[in-house]
């Protein structure tokens, strides 16, 4: 009995961690693309995980809800803040740090 138990707790475990991941890699993919397309450097290639929820999406499934940070920068000299929700593996929303106007400026916001 103990066996069983710990082989489905083992499995429950890399099925979140896989969940993770695969969302993590298609938040990091979207947030590429939008910095290619506003011709901003993304700096260090990456995304990091700021909270994690359950939430129901448009067909009243429970889903994982998340919001990614990351950095860009126009020039590589300065950093600005972005930061992107996903809800289970579609982006919902994505804001900006606006790089040309002064650092008190209001963050601009992407639906997607």
């Known amino acids: 009995m103990f ?3 710990l082989i489905f707790i083992c499995v429950a475990a890399a099925l979140l961690w896989w969940d993770a991941v695969k969302a993590k890699e298609l938040a990091k993919q979207a947030v590429a693309r939008t910095c290619k397309s506003m011709q901003l450097q993304l700096l260090d290639d990456t ?6 929820k ?3 999406n448009h067909q009243g499934q429970v889903v994982f809800a998340r919001s990614y940070q990351f950095e860009f920068s126009l020039n590589g000299a300065e950093r600005y803040k972005g930061a992107v929700q996903l809800l289970g593996y579609k982006v919902q929303q994505m804001q900006i740090d606006n790089p040309h106007e ?3 400026a209001a963050k ?3 639906l997607q």
């Open 54 to 56: 359950l939430k129901r």
């Open 108 to 110: 601009q916001t992407y």
């Open 47 to 52: 995304v990091a995980l700021s909270w994690l």
């Open 102 to 104: 002064q650092p008190e």
């Open 3 to 5: 066996d069983w138990l």
